[in-house]
């Protein structure tokens, strides 16, 4: 089983920054990537931002620019630093875990970004 926590969430103004944390701890084997996404109030889920196997990076046109994904000092371990931060960031930020076997997803933390 495999588990999932995020941290950094919290109240920003419009323009300042947030740095996210997500480790993934359990019996984890071979990982494809580990990607952090969204969900504001009334929308889906979006992707933001990942790292895939070979360390390859991706983000959303949308925090293109202002975020980055980054591995974490410790193993399964992932950090999003937020600069730039606009209202329309605002919402839940998952971390996912994408294995051979699944997916699994973190209980989400709450980003709000104030006008």
């Known amino acids: 089983q495999v588990h999932i926590v995020e941290s950094g969430g919290g109240l920003v103004q419009a323009g300042g920054s947030l740095t996210l944390s997500c480790a993934a701890s359990?019996?984890?084997?071979?990982?494809?990537?580990m990607t952090w996404y969204r969900q504001a109030p009334g929308n889906d889920r979006e992707y933001v931002a990942g790292?895939?196997?070979?360390?390859?990076?991706n983000y959303s046109n949308s925090v293109k620019g202002r975020f980055t994904v980054s591995r974490g000092d410790a193993e399964n371990t992932m950090v999003l630093q937020m600069n730039g931060l606009k209202p329309e960031d605002t919402g839940v930020y998952y971390c996912?875990?994408?294995?051979?076997?699944?997916?699994?997803w973190g209980q989400g933390t709450q980003v709000t970004v104030s006008s």
């Open positions: 996912v875990l994408h294995q051979l076997g699944g997916d699994t």
């Open positions: 359990g019996t984890i084997s071979f990982i494809n990537a």
């Open positions: 790292i895939a196997t070979g360390d390859k990076i």
